[in-house]
């Protein structure tokens, strides 16, 4: 999945990742919100509630969403600036130890989850996860060329309806046929993206509800088993090489 890069990755590889990442995504976005109330992903409602905030002078909210917003931003550069850095060094596995950067960070903001209490909980669990899902969106979007994203669902959707309303053209003649593989394609790539999307936050809420803080850390953990796939597979190229 964090190993092919671009034209050489298939609807199969992009399917499995955007399964995979949306799930997690979904997950921690719900239990998030669940928890204190704020999306750390979602920023289209975020520079909404900001701009909202701004008009009615309501200052001190309006820094914090703000914060929530160019956090999100900074989690997407620094995955950027690493995955360049190891494009450059020729790492083949960097994709893979982009994610495992993230998994371990999460795990680090799991334990602060689990440790912290009044006040200083709700801004350090929605910055740290705005972070982190930038980070993770960057990593999608750059090893599958932007076909796949996890983090937030409105261009998905957009693009359901796109591709629900060409393949109802194609079946009444009139766009060519010879695209609906294609958009059959990209379809179920986008359904299957966003049920996984809603499933992982249902199961986020519940697992949240029960265990709270442990729920950062075994989503963690999960990240790393998938991290450390990539860079297994890496290593045993290289030795087949």
């Not at 955007?18 to 998030?32: E, K, M, P, V």
């Not at 494009?87 to 960097?94: D, H, L």
């Not at 809603?198 to 999960?222: D, E, H």
Request: charged share 15%.
């Amino acid at each position: 999945m964090l190993i092919r890069q671009g034209h050489e990755r298939n609807e199969q590889i992009d399917r499995k990742l955007a399964s995979c990442l949306a799930a997690i995504a979904g997950a921690l976005n719900a239990a998030a919100f669940y928890a204190v109330g704020f999306f750390s992903a979602n920023m289209t409602g975020n520079i909404s509630i900001f701009s909202d905030h701004i008009a009615v002078g309501a200052w001190i909210s309006a820094l914090f969403y703000l914060a929530i917003i160019v956090t999100f931003i900074l989690g997407a550069a620094v995955s950027t600036l690493l995955i360049n850095a190891g494009r450059r060094r020729n790492i083949n596995a960097i994709y893979a130890y982009s994610i495992l950067t993230e998994g371990i960070l999460l795990a680090i903001l799991g334990c602060a989850d689990l440790w912290l209490l009044g006040e200083w909980r709700a801004p350090v669990l929605v910055i740290g996860l705005a972070f982190l899902m930038g980070l993770q969106n960057a990593v999608v979007t750059r090893i599958s060329n932007a076909r796949v994203r996890t983090t937030h669902i409105s261009g998905m959707a957009t693009d359901v309806g796109i591709e629900l309303g060409m393949m109802f053209d194609i079946l009444r003649g009139r766009e060519r046929p010879s695209e609906a593989q294609h958009d059959r394609a990209k379809l179920l790539l986008h359904v299957q993206t966003i049920l996984a999307f809603l499933f992982g936050g249902i199961l986020g809420v519940l697992v949240y509800r029960s265990a709270g803080g442990l729920l950062l850390i075994a989503t963690a953990a999960l990240l790393l088993a998938i991290a450390m796939a990539g860079i297994f597979r890496v290593r045993q190229q290289r030795v087949q090489a």
